[in-house]
Nanobody
Framework: QLHLVESGGGLVQPGGSLRLSCAAS????????IAWFRQAPGKEREGISC????????YYVDSVKGRFTISRDNERNTVFLQMNNLQPEDAGVYYC?????????????????????WGKGTLVTVSS
């Protein structure tokens, strides 16, 4: 089966850190750009960070710039999202998605594309 699996979510206090992972199964992640989306309760899903196939290009939504870092290890077929200084507004379900279409990472995160693969999400809770 071809799918993405997110992991690393959990409960963290404000100011804390988490590292999310997005692992591909059944296909080579290196052929795809990867996006991390977040869906907070009662809000629409938002693209928060995207990375190109090689990892050379990255995009971050303004609200996470300077706190989140996206990276990838194509040999391990995995993409990561390091999240530091987490705040209550960062809470939500985090999804990763893969897109084979060639476009900019900014477009990938801000426009509506039909992603080739989605994960089922991992829950991040930020609370004291």
């Amino acid at each position: 089966q071809l799918h993405l699996v997110e992991s690393g979510g959990g409960l963290v206090q404000p100011g804390g850190s988490l590292r999310l992972s997005c692992a591909a199964s059944g296909f080579a992640l290196g052929y795809y750009s990867i996006a991390w989306f977040r869906q907070a309760p009662g809000k629409e899903r938002e693209g928060i960070s995207c990375i190109s196939r090689s990892g050379a290009s990255e995009y971050y939504v303004d609200s996470v710039k300077g706190r989140f870092t996206i990276s990838r290890d194509n040999e391990r077929n995995t993409v990561f999202l390091q999240m530091n200084n987490l705040q209550p507004e960062d809470a939500g379900v985090y999804y990763c998605a893969a897109l084979g279409l060639i476009t900019t990472v900014q477009n990938m995160c801000t426009r509506s594309y039909a992603m080739d693969y989605w994960g089922k999400g991992t829950l991040v809770t930020v609370s004291s």
